[in-house]
């Protein structure tokens, strides 16, 4: 069985900062990226940080410069460091991970942002 176990979800005010994390637990074989979604009351789930096996990173131009997405392979967790934190950040957040034929998804963890 495979599970993607997610936590650091909360309530913060604007400014703050929060940390996901995402560890992965089964067999699940190659991975060739795995990724931070969010999606906000009433809009669509968007990408919004990947990193690639290699390491290469690329995020949403919404969270660019404030987030950062990062791994520990020996852990298998995938971490999302959120700084400056805004209420548009506001979203219920999912990780992901994605193989050459297979995707896992992640449940989703609450991060409201007041002002």
């Known amino acids: 069985q495979v599970q993607l176990a997610v936590s650091g979800g909360g309530l913060v005010q604007a400014g703050e900062s929060l940390r996901l994390s995402c560890t992965i637990s089964?067999?699940?074989?190659?991975?060739?990226?795995m990724g931070w979604h969010r999606q906000a009351p009433g809009k669509q789930r968007e990408l919004i940080a990947a990193i690639t096996n290699s390491g290469n990173t690329n995020y949403a131009d919404s969270v660019k410069g404030r987030f950062a997405i990062s791994r520990d392979n020996a852990k298998k967790t995938v971490y999302l460091q959120m700084n400056s934190l805004k209420p548009e950040d506001t979203a219920v957040y999912y990780c992901?991970?994605?193989?050459?034929?297979?995707?896992?998804w992640g449940q989703g963890t609450q991060v409201t942002v007041s002002s």
């Open positions: 992901s991970a994605v193989g050459s034929l297979w995707e896992y």
């Open positions: 089964g067999s699940i074989g190659s991975i060739n990226a």
